[in-house]
Each structure stands twice: as structure tokens, then as C-alpha cells.
């Protein structure tokens, strides 16, 4: 069964500090992973996907098939990085929508 | 400018009636889904659609329908509303592409039913 966990509810961070939003997933074939953010009042958006292996707001992400995570990091959390963060596993099986996490909410504190 | 749109954005309505959530999609987009979200829980899928007279059901079991008569709109239906049915409920599309837009999902803004 395809799955993806998000064990932390609730990450608070200093401004400045690193982050590190855990997501392990569980799949059988090749997975195409993907983290989703939403910030305050505004939709679901993509922020990246590992196959771009792609940088964004200073955020990264890399696939680790051995562990099956899919962590995302950031050196230094800034105030505006605060929102609901959100793994995503494309199901082949289902028109290629998405199996999502619980999400994790990110607070960055001055 | 091409956009995804969900109608009402919020909705409270009385157990027993019967009600459609709209969505409409402005992007060109062959494949919608339809997700459910309660809340400080995850997204399920409750219906996907590959194109025109397409409608599947998710892994979510839902006594919602669907339907797919034209591209851009995505109607989901409650025949008789239940307090079991209040959560948020939110549209996607996506369309195979190129680059950094390959198979990514663009979500509506949501409705939030509310059955009393």
C-alpha cells in the first residue's frame, strides 16, 4: 500500500535556524515525490518535486531510497517560510493523483 | 489568466439538502480530482477524472457523484446532505507538460461545507 508519513504535527523554529520536515513514504515501484506548502489565507501550491532536484526559497529536498524519506531542509528558517507543509506520493494508480502526509506546520519565531 | 476556481467558498446547509460544489478550470487541464480534507487530517482522494465523460472514484469512499461534461468543469454533487459530509473539499487539475510543470497539481482555494 502506498503511504506517506509526516511524523511531526508542529515544527517550531528561530529565525535563522535550520529546519528539517521529516516525510518517509512507503511505495513498491519508483516514486515520484513532491512537497506541497500552504501559506495563511492562500491555496495549495507546489514548492518542489524530487525529480527537478531543484532548489526553491532555499528549501531542497532529496530522495533517499534506502531509508524511503523524502526530508526537506533549509539552512536558515526565515519568518515567511511559516505555513503547512504538506509530502506528497503521485499514485500511478489513480489518474496520477497524490497521496498526501498529515502535514506539518511550520512556525519560525524572530 | 488561467486559473482554477471553486464556488461557494463556504457553505452551511441543513441536513438532507441537496447540494453542488462547483469547480472550473481555466488552464486547459484533461485531469481534475476532487480531494477531501478534514481538519489536521491529510487530503484524500474522493474522485478523479481523466477527461471529458471520465469519473473514477478515489481511495476515499464518498457518497458524492461527479461529473465530466465539458474540459473545464468538474461538479461534485451531495444528493442528501449529512453532518458526516462537513469537511473541506478541494479541486486540482494537472496536465502532462514539460520541465517543472510535468504533472504538477494546481488546487482550487477549497469550499468548506458546514451540514448542520
Known amino acids: 500500500a502506498q503511504r506517506v508519513t509526516q511524523p511531526e504535527k508542529l515544527l517550531s523554529v528561530f529565525k535563522g535556524a535550520p529546519v528539517e520536515l521529516k516525510c518517509n513514504y512507503s511505495y513498491s515501484g519508483s516514486p515520484e515525490l513532491f512537497w506541497y506548502v500552504q501559506y495563511s489565507r492562500q491555496r495549495l501550491q507546489l514548492l518542489l518535486r524530487?525529480?527537478s532536484r531543484e532548489s526553491i526559497k532555499g528549501f531542497t529536498a532529496d530522495l533517499n531510497k534506502g531509508e524511503t524519506s523524502f526530508h526537506l531542509k533549509k539552512p536558515f528558517a526565515q519568518e515567511e517560510d511559516s505555513a503547512m507543509y504538506y509530502c506528497a506520493l503521485r499514485d500511478s494508480n489513480s489518474g496520477y493523483a497524490l497521496n498526501f502526509g498529515k502535514g506539518t506546520s511550520l512556525l519560525v519565531t524572530p | 489568466e488561467a486559473d482554477i476556481y471553486q464556488t461557494p467558498r463556504y457553505l452551511v446547509i441543513g441536513t438532507g439538502k441537496k447540494i453542488t460544489l462547483e469547480c472550473s478550470q481555466t488552464?486547459?487541464?484533461?485531469?481534475m480530482y476532487w480531494y477531501q480534507q478534514d481538519p489536521g487530517m491529510e487530503l484524500h482522494l474522493i474522485h478523479y477524472?481523466?477527461?471529458?465523460?471520465?469519473?473514477e472514484k478515489g481511495d476515499l469512499s464518498s457518497e458524492s457523484t461527479v461529473s465530466r461534461i465539458r474540459t473545464e468543469h468538474f461538479p461534485l454533487t451531495l444528493e442528501s446532505a449529512r453532518p458526516s459530509h462537513t469537511s473541506q473539499y478541494l479541486c486540482?487539475?494537472?496536465?502532462?507538460?514539460?520541465?517543472?510543470?510535468?504533472?504538477?497539481?494546481?488546487f482550487g482555494p477549497g469550499t468548506r461545507l458546514t451540514v448542520l
Open positions: 488552464m486547459g487541464h484533461d485531469k
Open positions: 477524472s481523466y477527461g471529458v465523460n471520465s469519473t
Open positions: 486540482a487539475s494537472s496536465q502532462p507538460g514539460t520541465g517543472r510543470s510535468y504533472n504538477e497539481q494546481f
Open positions: 524530487h525529480i
